[in-house]
C-alpha cells in the first residue's frame, strides 16, 4: 500500500466483527440461529449482499455454520478445544470431579462479586427473571415431572450471573464447565430431591446469592456462592457414597 494511504475496512469486514462481538459476549449462544437475512440486514442498516458476505467470513472461521435451506445457526467453536477432551477425561477419571468443583468454585464467586459491582439493570432484569424460575421450579419440591426443568434452570441462573460479570472469559468458561459437568450436576440434584431439607437448602442459597448481587454487594456475592459450591461439594460426596453403597448391595445380591 503506497504510503500516506488510509486502508478502508470493507462493509461485510465491520458486519462480521458486529456478530463476533454478539457470539464472543453471548447474547448469541451456540445453538442460536441467526434472523432471517432480510430482517437481520434491516437491523445493521446494510445490504443482503454485505451481509451474506460477513456471514460467509465467520462460517469458514468456524463460528457460524448454514445448513441449505435452513439458516444460519452459532457454532459451540470457542467452547468444543476446552470440553471435548474435559469430558472425556471426566469419563476416565471422575476423581478429578473435585478439580473441576474448586476450579467451578474459584470461578463463579469472583463472576458473582463482579456482576455485583457491574451488572446494568438489564442484567439485573434477566439474572431476577432467570432466579424467579429457579425459584418457581424448586418450590414445585424435588418432583420428577418437572426434574430436568430444574436442572435447566438451575444452570441459567448461574449462566446470567457469570455473563453479567461483563468478561468475556467467565461467560464462555462457566459454560464449557456447565457442559462438562453437566451429568454430574444432573446426579447431584437427584441425589438432593430424595431429602427435603437439603432441596430447602439449595433455594435459600439460590435467594441469597440473588439477594447479593440485585443489592450490589461484591462481598457478600462472593461469599454466598462459596457457600453454595460448598454446600455442592459435599453433596456430591455423599452422592458418591451412596452409589458406592447401592453397587456394593447389588454386588451381593447377585
Do not use: C
Not at 19 to 40: A, H, N, Y
Not at 99 to 115: N, Q, T
Not at 224 to 253: W, Y
Amino acid at each position: 500500500m503506497p504510503a500516506g494511504k488510509i486502508a478502508v475496512q470493507r462493509l461485510s469486514d465491520t458486519i462480521a466483527h458486529d456478530l463476533e462481538r454478539r457470539i464472543l459476549e453471548g447474547s448469541l449462544k451456540p445453538g442460536d440461529r441467526l434472523q432471517p437475512e432480510r430482517e437481520l440486514a434491516a437491523e445493521l442498516g446494510v445490504s443482503r449482499p454485505s451481509l451474506r458476505e460477513a456471514i460467509q467470513k465467520l462460517v469458514s472461521k468456524g463460528l457460524l455454520h448454514s445448513r441449505q435451506g435452513g439458516g444460519t445457526y452459532v457454532t459451540d467453536q470457542l467452547d468444543a478445544a476446552f470440553t471435548d477432551p474435559w469430558q472425556q477425561m471426566l469419563r476416565l477419571h471422575p476423581n478429578i470431579q473435585a478439580d473441576l468443583l474448586e476450579f467451578r468454585g474459584m470461578l463463579e464467586s469472583e463472576a458473582a462479586s463482579l456482576a455485583a459491582r457491574r451488572a446494568t439493570d438489564a442484567d439485573l432484569l434477566r439474572i431476577g427473571q432467570a432466579y424467579e424460575r429457579v425459584e418457581a421450579l424448586f418450590a414445585e419440591g424435588p418432583s420428577a415431572t418437572v426434574f430436568e426443568e430444574q436442572v435447566t434452570a438451575d444452570l441459567a441462573f448461574h449462566q446470567a450471573i457469570a455473563e453479567a460479570a461483563h468478561n468475556v472469559m467467565f461467560g464462555h468458561l462457566t459454560a464449557s464447565l456447565f457442559r462438562v459437568t453437566h451429568d454430574h450436576i444432573d446426579r447431584n440434584l437427584r441425589h438432593l430431591r430424595r431429602m427435603e431439607e437439603d432441596w430447602l437448602e439449595l433455594r435459600d442459597q439460590h435467594a441469597a446469592i440473588w439477594e447479593a448481587i440485585r443489592t450490589r454487594n461484591p462481598q457478600a456475592a462472593h461469599g454466598a456462592v462459596r457457600r453454595h459450591i460448598d454446600f455442592v461439594r459435599e453433596s456430591m460426596l455423599e452422592t458418591a457414597q451412596h452409589e458406592e453403597r447401592e453397587t456394593r448391595a447389588l454386588r451381593r445380591l447377585k
